[in-house]
């Protein structure tokens, strides 16, 4: 299946053009959890949370926002305590989906350090 895209707005003050953007949804994985502190613990069954990376395409740049879960999750599930989590393809994989190499990206940002947002983070040589 392709990559779902998706529109990205932006307001331009003083500039007379605006680059053209795109948003690409990357690293679609799944951890399950089951954890006796959570809000759901009396629930039966676990949740899948589905942790997602975004691509942007600005101007000439191209952005990752949040690196994903760590290539050690290949193939998956891997279990560790209360979580289950797995991880089926690497972004750079996805990224030769679209015709892109990790030394394409531009800039990397992550929303938090958490292991699900930064695991890839140093697979992009040329990113800063």
Same mark, same amino acid.
């Given at each position: %299946? #392709?990559?779902?895209? $998706?529109?990205?707005?932006? *307001?331009? #003050?003083?500039? +007379? ?5 795109? !948003? +690409?949804?990357?690293?679609?994985? $799944?951890?399950?959890?089951?954890? &006796?502190? /959570?809000?759901? %613990? ?7 949370? !589905? ?11 191209? *952005?990752?926002?949040? /690196? =994903? ?6 193939? =998956?599930?891997? !279990?560790? =305590? @209360?979580? @289950?989590? /797995?991880?089926?393809? +690497?972004? &750079? ?12 990206? @531009?800039? *990397? $940002? *992550? ?6 947002? /930064? ?8 990113? @800063?």
């Amino acid at each position: %299946a #392709s990559p779902r895209r $998706a529109g990205l707005r932006s *307001v331009a #003050s003083a500039a +007379t053009t605006v680059p053209r953007r795109s !948003v +690409t949804t990357l690293a679609f994985a $799944a951890l399950s959890s089951t954890a &006796a502190g /959570a809000d759901h %613990a009396a629930a039966p069954d676990s949740y899948d949370l !589905v942790m997602t990376c975004y691509l942007i395409k600005h101007g000439n740049d191209w *952005v990752l926002w949040d /690196a =994903g879960l760590p290539k050690k999750y290949l193939p =998956g599930p891997v !279990v560790e =305590g @209360t979580f @289950t989590t /797995a991880l089926d393809r +690497t972004i &750079a994989d996805q990224l030769r989906d679209i015709g892109l190499r990790p030394e394409d990206i @531009t800039y *990397v $940002a *992550v929303s938090h350090a958490h292991f699900d947002h /930064a695991g890839q983070v140093n697979d992009f040589p040329n990113a @800063t």
